[in-house]
């Protein structure tokens, strides 16, 4: 399939000063993808954001939408549907002005106003409060006028900035659900700033990882989670244990004694990191037989489904996320046999 830039980043760079927020990041937006622009605090999400929304001019660098640069253009040119942490609603105006009132902005008033307002409440089942003022609404119910409100100017481009920080963990979790379907009914080219990784992995078609303004890595969730591109981004997208193993001159790299490639990546003699999940680590008791690395229990913690472990093997802690089902019977100091697949370890130069 041939790929549909709708928005192209190109080089863009950000200096605040002598800060430099955004460095060098370019990023080829796919129409009707959900990007997540996802790191640390301080690393430039918002920087990026407010640059596609022309709040921000770049110090380098350009915006091209759809093969057009705007770059120079003011924001409400753009005509972007944007959601912020803030939500900025009009508290006493209603629910249905709310949703209204970019519309009327744009001339579009009486009986067009209404039905597009309707619909826009029907999509996000509210139908029965248009006449409530918002401050009379819950926290969930707001953020869905919140996203009603951007996306009824049917907007080429729809940027959230963190929209369900404020959120409860149960609320945020649906919330996550319902825009991500919301964005995909209307087929919308969307960016989304957030910091919880868990969000970007449940929201983003593109996943894009920022550190130092920077662009670390961008891919799908699974790539960016399987092959992450760098030990940084392996340690921020989920509890990845980073293991030095050393500098490798002549033969096979190997992990607890298990070999995990027939030569260091990198070349003989380079120090290298290997990255290895605390989820794709299995535990169990240590057999007679037993041929596989042994470490002993230090931590353990019911999680419900699963248990989170500390394994201390050859004195390196290890992180441990097992299913319940598997590691049943073990316990505190316990020795464990450690079992993970080579294929699921990820190599990267060390320091
Ligand atoms: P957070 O998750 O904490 O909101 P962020 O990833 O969104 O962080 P930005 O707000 O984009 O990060 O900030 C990137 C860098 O630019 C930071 O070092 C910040 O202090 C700096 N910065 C941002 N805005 C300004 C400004 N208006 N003036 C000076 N420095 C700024």
Known sequence: MSSDIHLHIRNVSKKFGSVDALRDV??????????????????GKTTLLRIIAGFEA??????????????????????????????????????????????????????AQRTRVEEL??????????DRP?????????????????????????????????????LRDSMQIELRQLQQQFGVTTVLVTHDQHEAMMLADELVVLKDGAVRQSAS?????????DSFVADFLGA???????????GAVELFG?????????????????????????????????????GQVSF???????TEFVVNVGGQDLRVRASNENTQGLEMGANVALTFDPAQVSLFKGT
């Open 240 to 250: 990845a244990n980073l293991i030095d193993v050393g500098k490798i001159t002549g």
């Open 121 to 130: 409440l029907d999509v996000i089942q509210l139908p029965h409060i248009a």
């Open 58 to 111: 770049a110090t380098k660098g350009q915006l091209i939408l759809d093969g057009k640069d705007i770059s120079d253009q003011a924001p409400h040119k753009r005509g972007f549907g944007m959601v912020f942490q803030s939500l900025a609603l009009f508290p006493h105006m209603s629910v249905a002005k709310n949703i209204g009132y970019g519309l009327k902005l744009r001339g579009i008033k009486g009986g």
């Open 221 to 229: 969730p699974s790539d960016v989670y399987n092959q992450p591109a």
């Open 258 to 294: 298990t070999k995990i490639a027939s030569k260091p990546p990198h070349g003989e003699g380079v120090p290298m990191l290997a990255a290895l999940r605390a989820e794709h680590i299995g535990l169990s008791p240590v057999l007679a037989n037993n041929t596989q690395p042994v």
């Open 134 to 170: 918002v401050s009379a609404l819950s926290g969930g119910q707001r953020q869905r006028v919140a996203i009603a409100r951007a996306l009824a100017i049917r907007p080429p481009l729809f940027l959230l900035d963190e929209p369900l920080s404020a959120l409860d963990a149960k």
């Open 300 to 306: 353990m913690r019911d999680l419900g489904p699963a």
């Open 26 to 43: 370019d990023l080829k937006i796919e129409r009707g993808s959900f990007v997540c622009l996802l790191g640390p605090s301080g690393c």
